[in-house]
Each structure stands twice: as C-alpha cells, then as structure tokens.
C-alpha cells in the first residue's frame, strides 16, 4: 500500500443506480481502497453481482437495496434507512439513469425519460442535499450528460432531462456550497457501456474504467463542474458557440 | 464493418441501432466472418438475449482462439467481457468464484498482491475464465497440474431452454465434462469457480538453456523434471549443425518473500498490419539467430519477474498485426511418447524443408495427469506448437501434410488453436466426437464444429 492510502480514512458512499456502467466501474474502484458502500439499484440478481464483487475487492462494508427509484414516495424511507446501515455518508453519487429509445418522440416516451432521469433524481437529491447541509459536510456527486449542453435532434428528449438536471444540480450547489457540501455536476462525453453499445461508433467511445478512475479522484476533490473525458469541455463549448441558424441545419 | 439499420427510423435520425453486425476477429484473424453481436451483461442475460432470433449461437469472450472455434458464420455470438465480476474468494482455500467473462488478466490483478497465482496460465493472460475452460487450456505446468479444467470444482451452465445447471464431478458430471474442452457448444458458462495457490513472490526462478536437436531436449526436460514450469523455444527455419536448436526454459516460483506488487498495463500496441513481404525466410531466420544468441552463454540462471516469463507477448497487444493482413494460422499438436521423437523430427524436417518461415515455436512435454474434458487437447507426450503466415498455395497445403503426419503418429490437433483441420482428421483424433455431440446445445454451434461435423455444408 501506498503512504497516500495509508494516509485516507475510509468513506462512506451511497451508490444510486448501481448496476450501470460507469456507477459499477467506480464501485470497484472504491471497494479495491477499502471504502464502505451503499448500493440501490432496480434489479436484485444484478445488484447482488455487484455488491459481491464489491465485497471479495476488499470494501469494509457493503450493503444493498433493491428499489425502483422511480417510486419517489419511497425515498425518505429508502435514503433513510441508508445513511443509517453506514451510520454517516460521505459521498452520495447519483448515477441512475436511462437513455430512452430516440425514434420514440412520443409524450408518452418523454414523460418517463423525464421522470427517471429528472424527477426521480431531485427528488434523491433534495432529500440527500438536506442531510448534507444539516450536516455542514459530504459530497453529491451527480452524474449528469454532455447531451444536457445543448438541444440537439438525435437525443433531445434524454438531452432535456439532464439539461434540467445540471440546471437543478448547479443551483443547488449555489446555495449550499457556503454550507460546506460539495456539489458536483458530473457531464461525461459518450462512455461504452451496456447503455451505449448498440450505438453508433460505440468502439470509439471512452473506456468506462478511465472514467471511473477520472471520477474517483474528481468526487475526492469535490470539483464543480467535470466534463470527462476533459476534452469534452472544449467540445461542447464549440458545439455551444454555433449558432442556431446553423446548428438546426446539421446533424448532430 | 457493415451495420443493419433500425427498422423505425432511417440511421442519421437515431443512433439507436437494432443490431449490432460485426466481424469478430479470431487471433489468427482467418478464417473472417461476419456475425451478430449481442452482447451478455449479466448472468441472467441468457438465454432471453435469444429472443426472435433465428440463427445458431456461440459466448465468445477475448477472441485469442486462433481459427474458427469462436466464430460463427452469419451467426449469433454472446461477447461474455463485461460479465466479469467477482463474486467470492476463499484466501485461506485460494478458490476464487468469478463470472465467465473475467480475463485471466484480471484474475491476476486481483489474486497477486493477494499472494495468489494461477494454477495453470496459457502464453497469455487475455483470454476469459470461461474460454480457459471450453478450451481446457494447458500451461508451461501440464506434468505437475494437468490442464486447466481440472482447477475448475464447479460451474453454472446454462443452456437454451432456460435450465441452469451446477455442474461439477459429482452434479451434472457429464455435462461438466462435456463442458471443459467442450468448445462452447454446451451452452454458456456463467460463473465458474477457480482453484488459485498461493505464491510468495511476483519472480520465477529462470533457467535458460540451449540445446541442439530433441535428443538434448528430452535430457534437459529428465534433468529440470522437479521445475514447476518447462517450456522450450525451438527454430524451425535452421537446417544442417542447427536443426531443432532451441532454447530450454525452466521455472519455478521463487520461495524468497518478495513484495506482490500490482503489474503496469502494457504500453506497446502494434500499430500496423506488417505487408506481406516482411515475413520472410531470412528476417525470420535473422529473428531465430538472434533469440538463440539472446542469451549469449548455453546456460542462464537468474530471477525473472512473471509477466515476461509467462506473457512475453502480451507486452505487445496486437502483436498478430505483424502477420499482416492474411493472418496467421497455428499447427499444435500432442503426439503420444510412444512416437513422440520420430514424430516430432519427421515434422520438423518437414516444416524446415518447406521453407515457410515461422517464429514463436514451442515444444514442451505433456504429462500423465488426465484431463477432466472429454474432447481435452492434451495427453501424455510431446506437444509443439508453431504460426505460419498465410501464403497462398502454400500454408494449406502443408497444413494438410502435417496433420496427416500428425495422425499417422497417433496424436492429435487443438481445435482452439485450428483453421485447417479437415472432418476426416477432426474424427479420427477425437473419435468420441459423437458421443459429445449428444451435449451440445441444440442452439449452439461454431464455424469449426460446422466445417469438423459437416454440419454446414458450404465448405
């Protein structure tokens, strides 16, 4: 062991979405330093694969929760019960999320794109945003989307919810930043994942591992605002600058 | 790469596509077809990934089988990699209980700064767990571990219809042994379990010396018999004073403690596919005299660490790039004691005289400790394996001349490591081919099973 791991005290983290894949490779990541960890995810048989592993990598502690997130008014009682299976939460990262079907531009379709990816998520984040202030102390590490920056034909109704997301996540940490909570909008570029295969040009997107490792260290800083990989941050400023006249032209 | 398009929305409005065609590459990167690609995330993703479609299937995981053992012709292929958790590890037994998809690489990650080791590993460390067992994979240690199945106490099968099977020596004991060595044609393997042992150091106890001839080789092997590890590079391009010269290298894991460090990632990627003409009778055979001449003395002795000892290549990924575009094929034979010498030195001349240039020839002893697969590679004799690039007119048909020489010798070929093998050969080495064939999934097959049986038809 290294003299900086030696160094750290363990965190306490709570994991929302825990089976996907960038929230899985973090877990690992975090379960090989020795953290404890809370994980709530959808599907019991693909948590219970997720928290096993976490546990043979060496995390001092891991507990799960099946739930469906989508269920708001199950929240406080979901959240609850958490923070007090690991006694104190460190960092919270919200990281469930779903892509919705692009061809589908139905309100139907949107309406549930909205709820998961929007809804369901500030209503966590309100509830963890509380215990964090209360507290004075923690970090809420949400995972946002590059597609949140700017409107764009091919995923737009995704695209939405995470635009309101970052929205909501930046002003939250306006307020309560002065508090002593970190608040993080986390926008990474398109990962390969099991969320991502079937896409276009997937084999060029990122390594899911290299992202972890970036957000690992990243959510131990408690930075801002992270584009990852970084280079989005110049992409998506580009993409930003163009101006509609044009922008409604192109197919992106 | 030819995509199929959504059906609900033409392909620039949606990057949602219905499917995923692909050429999934085999090592040798021949034979090429293309197959569909759906991928299994999680234990429970088979068998209803399988719904609506019509085609055979086949897991695969990192594509280091050299021929046509994980490919299938227009197909349906399971790419297994990202089901690659861990799920329990016993450190005061060493067994390790993993998804299939998990790469030997990342077993080693995990089990080395935990004083663990692998009980048996291949030339290279990218290949998954469940490759390892449907190809029941051998090691530099067959004489003292036997091949890699018979680490495996246990592992989830699951098959078509649904039905999941726990299979070991005493549950399922057909299926387990129809499983191990069984190609992948048993269904998939979801998890599996792994007997690791214990290691005190990452180094290997090196011991490198040069023979001449199988003669010296078969001295050195009864010399270094208590080494744990024994494998010898020979040249097979050298005729005269230098045929079958070759280098012996024994290992043995060193019992001075030593800290278990994590290995780095490799650096190095083969950036290009080589043309053609670049492998050569004579860069080949400037390649032989420099390896041979390496090591500058007959004998070498000295502490090496584990990933140059065991995964020399692994150093470079796409190293099979340097074949270039054609590809390569392997020849890998296990040829009984009773032939074993005529055998090999009829073969060798053989290959020498037909002037095919070939690196990366290995020859090792396989030992008597049975193989738990009923279609097992290996049994007690010499085993050599070497590449050929793919020249045309040429490679075929020596390829068919040499597995020829190889049954007329009583042994056998390795499917993982096969392109040419004829039907007539396949059956007359694995004679209880169908009585393993009453295993097979009904659901599942492969290129080579289709061109071994004839069940395909079109070759």
């Not at chain 1, 209360?134 to 939405?160: C, E, M, P, W």
């Not at chain 2, 020399?312 to 790039?321: E, G, I, Q, S, T």
Request: glycine content about 8%; aromatic content about 10%; hydrophobic content about 45%.
């Amino acid at each position: 062991m290294s003299a900086t791991e030696e160094a750290r005290t363990p965190k306490r983290i709570l994991v929302l979405g825990a089976t996907s894949g960038i929230a899985q490779a973090c877990i690992r990541l975090w379960a090989a330093r020795g953290d404890s960890l809370f994980l709530i995810a959808r599907n019991a048989d693909r948590l219970n694969a997720v928290a096993a592993d976490a546990n043979v990598r060496g995390a001092a502690h891991v507990d799960s929760a099946a739930a469906d997130l989508d269920d708001t008014a199950a929240h406080p009682a979901l959240l609850a019960h958490a923070v007090n299976s690991l006694a104190r939460l460190d960092i919270a990262f919200i990281a469930f999320g779903v892509l919705g079907d692009s061809g589908d531009h139905s309100f139907a379709s949107a309406e549930a794109v909205l709820h998961t990816n929007l809804i369901a998520a500030v209503s966590a984040i309100t509830w963890l945003g509380d215990y964090f202030a209360q507290r004075h102390a923690g970090t809420l590490a949400v995972l946002s989307s590059v597609a949140g920056d700017r409107g764009r034909k091919s995923n737009y109704i995704y695209g939405a919810s995470k635009a309101g997301l970052s929205v909501f996540v930046d002003g939250l940490r306006n307020r309560i930043d002065r508090e002593g909570v970190r608040v993080m909008t986390i926008k990474p570029g398109p990962v390969r994942t099991a969320m991502t295969e079937s896409m276009k040009g997937s084999e060029k997107f990122a390594d899911v591992e290299k992202v972890a490792a970036t957000l690992v260290k990243e959510i131990d800083k408690g930075t801002d605002v992270v584009y990852v990989p970084g280079l989005w941050r110049i992409i998506m400023a580009v993409v930003r600058a163009i101006p509609e006249s044009i922008f409604k032209k192109m197919n992106l | 790469m030819s995509s199929a398009q959504s059906t609900t929305a033409p392909p620039h409005e949606s990057p949602i596509e219905s499917s995923n065609k692909s050429n999934f590459e085999s090592w040798g990167r021949y034979p090429e077809y293309s197959a569909e690609l759906k991928p299994l995330h999680w234990q429970g993703d088979f068998p209803a990934v399988l719904e609506g479609v019509h085609t055979g299937a086949l897991a695969v995981g990192l594509g280091r089988s050299y021929g046509d053992v994980c490919l299938l012709k227009g197909g349906t292929l399971l790419p297994t990699t990202s089901m690659n958790r861990l799920l329990g590890f016993d450190a005061t037994t060493g067994v390790l209980t993993a998804e299939a998809g998990i790469s030997l690489a990342q077993i080693l990650d995990f089990a080395v700064p935990r004083g663990f080791f692998l009980p048996v590993t291949p030339g290279t460390k990218y290949v998954t767990l469940g490759g390892a067992i449907a190809n029941d994979i051998h090691g530099k240690n067959h004489e003292v571990a036997g091949s890699f199945g018979c680490h495996v106490p246990t592992f989830e099968l699951v098959r078509s219809d649904g039905s999941r099977r726990l299979c070991s020596a005493t549950e399922n004991s057909d299926l387990y042994a129809a499983t191990i060595g069984g190609m992948g044609l048993t269904g998939v393997i979801t998890w599996a379990q792994l007997r690791l042992k214990p290691i005190v150091s990452r180094l290997i106890d090196y011991n490198g010396i040069q023979f001449h001839g199988i003669d010296e080789f078969l001295d050195l092997k009864r010399e270094y018999q208590h080494a744990e590890y024994n494998v010898s590079w020979i040249d097979c391009v050298s005729t005269g004073k230098n045929f079958a010269r070759g280098i012996f290298m024994a290992g043995d894991h060193s019992k001075v403690p030593a800290p278990l460090t994590p290995s780095s990632k490799p650096k190095l990627v083969f950036p290009f596919d080589l043309p053609g003409f670049a492998l050569n009778k004579l860069s080949v055979a400037a390649f032989n005299t420099l390896f041979f001449h390496k090591q500058m003395k007959r004998h070498v002795q000295t502490p090496e660490d584990y990933e140059p000892y065991f995964y020399p290549l692994d150093a470079v990924l796409h190293w099979n790039r340097m074949y270039g575009k054609r590809g390569l094929v392997q020849f890998q034979y296990a040829i009984p004691w009773e032939h074993a010498k005529e055998g090999t030195v009829a073969i060798l001349r053989e290959i020498a005289k037909s002037g095919l240039a070939s690196f990366l020839a290995v020859l090792k002893a396989f030992g008597d400790i049975p193989s738990l697969g009923m279609m097992s590679f290996p049994q007690p004799g010499i085993m050599f394996a070497l590449d050929f690039p793919i020249k045309p007119g040429i490679t075929f048909p020596l390829m068919q001349r040499l597995g020829d020489m190889t049954l007329e010798f009583g042994g056998r070929l390795y499917p993982a490591k096969d392109a040419c093998m004829t039907a007539a050969q396949f059956q007359a080495f694995y004679p209880q081919w169908q009585q393993f064939a009453r295993y097979k999934d009904p659901a599942f097959s492969s290129s080579f099973w289709e061109r071994v049986t004839n069940d395909g038809g079109d070759r």
